[in-house]
């Protein structure tokens, strides 16, 4: 039996996403069915296959009521759409069914998130409650326990805010669960709060697994903790952040803090941190462990402080193409997960080309494909590469190897709103040697750096009829690439 919350956003999305004309879809990222999406929630592996939950409202193309949705997906690609996994239908979640994680445990499907309450005060202010709970599920349908909220603010050490205290992630260890969730101290600043149970009902404080201190943005959020090539990583979505030179320009942005993890302890010492990623459209990331081994992260591509909707649609939220994780010489790399080989359609190659001002490449245009450019070691003063163009639009990707900035500027892509459009960020310095591989599907373009050293993940809301791809130089630059269409998966 599920509640009437439940079956009435069921009923909904399936009726209204059918709605929904094909061609606004993205070919191979993930969209939300029918409404609004914000943060990827419950990234998982459970029973062969991926599954991703999201913060989501069916009724409107904005925030509001939010509930759990829910896609499952064989190869990280296809994703197909299951019914809502998760309504505010209880006295402890009535304002909001908000982000968290999930797990396997003895064959169960557990999602953690924050129930969220709101009630006047006697002063007649509005007072905010946040607090952890449990769902258990087969994979389709999930019951929330009796027991919540298990994790309240009353367990949090004097000082620290009842009112920010969200997103657990959730994770098992030598036969101990733990979660780990955001909360603003007393400084005004985030922090990590972990906890720990037997069972998974019973839980309480253990530490702080790391503190702000108004160094890294203010509040935090949406915190994912995991092991990568031996060392440790605190993911985070850290708020109002002050950009600091090429860095963190995004207001909320997302970072990784690369570390080490005394597991008897459970002491995290931070020691780098890196913005996961620099383009203007991408917040609240999370990870899993595929089977394999792969750290697999996948991010909410919008930005709080900007809405790109396009006229007409009545879905507003794509995620990112899920990245691989790999460390090297102490950086995080990301790069797309190699399952989109299999959405190949045809490939064109073009090897070692003298460019010299404009030019455009026989087979080397469209608005959804897999297109890696590198230029070589050269005496070029500039390189600029248009997509998504026409007479009327274009966005541009440029380089400077004098500086070695990268820069990406959509202002031409056809927005409407004034919102940020250009973004420029440091790239390794290669002696003008560069390779960028570029992933655009219709309204999206995510550009991968130096095969993965960095990322700019942003919205591109172009009329699709804008298909050229120009290559210019100032100077002489010699060019390799290889372009592949990616095609539409097939079910949903
Ligand atoms: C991050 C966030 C989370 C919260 C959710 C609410 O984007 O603010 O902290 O759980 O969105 O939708």
């Known amino acids: 039996m599920h509640s009437e919350k439940l079956e009435k956003a069921r009923a909904y999305e399936k009726r209204e996403a059918a709605r929904v004309p094909e061609f606004q879809r993205p070919a191979f990222h993930m ?26 409202n069916p009724y409107g193309t904005h925030w509001d009521t939010m509930h759990w949705g829910h896609v499952r997906s064989k190869d990280l690609v296809t994703w197909e759409y299951l019914p809502a996994a998760l309504a505010p239908d209880e006295p402890y979640d009535e304002a909001g069914v908000f982000s968290g994680t999930a797990m396997e445990a003895d064959g169960k499907h557990i999602l953690m998130y924050t129930g969220v309450t709101e009630h006047m005060g006697p002063d007649g202010k509005k007072v905010i409650r946040q607090n952890q709970c449990i769902a258990v599920g087969d994979g389709e349908n999930y019951v929330k326990l009796s027991a919540n909220p298990v994790i309240t603010g009353d367990m949090l050490p004097a000082g620290c805010s009842r009112e920010d205290f969200r997103d657990p992630k959730i994770w098992m260890e030598n036969g101990v669960f733990y979660a780990a969730a955001a909360n ?39 915190p994912d903790f995991f092991p990568l090539d031996g060392r440790q990583v605190l993911l985070l979505s850290p708020q109002d952040m002050m950009a600091q030179g090429l860095e963190f320009h995004g207001g909320n ?62 879905w507003n939220g794509m995620m990112t193409f899920p990245r691989e994780l790999t460390l090297r010489e102490g950086r995080i790399f990301q790069n797309p997960v190699e399952e989109i080989w299999k959405y190949y359609g045809k490939e064109i190659v073009y090897r070692h080309v003298e460019l010299q001002g404009q030019r455009e490449f026989e087979g080397i245009s469209g608005r959804t494909l897999d297109l890696t450019v590198e230029a070589e070691a050269g005496s070029y003063e500039a390189f600029r590469i248009f997509v998504a163009k026409n007479e009327r639009f274009e966005t541009v990707i440029s380089y400077d190897p004098g500086t070695s900035v990268l820069t990406f500027d959509r202002t031409g892509c056809g927005v409407r709103r004034d919102c940020a459009c250009l973004r420029r960020i440091a790239v390794r310095k290669q002696e003008g040697r560069l390779k960028l591989r570029i992933l655009l599907d219709k309204y999206s373009a995510e550009i991968f750096v130096n095969d993965g050293e960095s990322v700019l993940t942003s919205l591109v809301p172009t009329p699709l009829e804008a298909d050229r791809i ?16 990616v095609r539409k998966s097939e079910s949903r």
């Open 31 to 56: 969209s939300v069915p029918i409404g609004w999406m914000n943060d990827p929630n419950g990234f998982s592996f459970y029973k062969g296959d991926y599954h991703l939950f999201f913060q989501y």
């Open 184 to 222: 603003r101290a007393e400084d005004g600043s985030g922090q990590i709060a972990l906890f720990t149970s037997g069972d998974g009902e019973k839980w309480s404080f253990h530490s702080m697994l790391d503190k702000c201190e108004n160094r890294l943005g203010r509040m935090w959020e949406c």
């Open 253 to 314: 942005n997302a970072a990784f803090l690369l570390g080490d993890y005394d597991r008897e302890t459970c002491r995290f010492s931070g020691e780098t941190v890196q913005s996961a990623d620099y383009g203007l459209d991408f917040y609240a990331p999370q990870t899993l462990e595929a089977p394999d081994g792969r750290r697999i992260l996948i991010g909410w591509m919008k930005s709080w402080d900007a809405d790109l909707l396009l006229d007409g649609f009545r």
């Open 470 to 485: 120009v290559f210019e130089t100032e100077g002489k630059a010699e060019v390799s690439m290889t372009c592949h269409e």
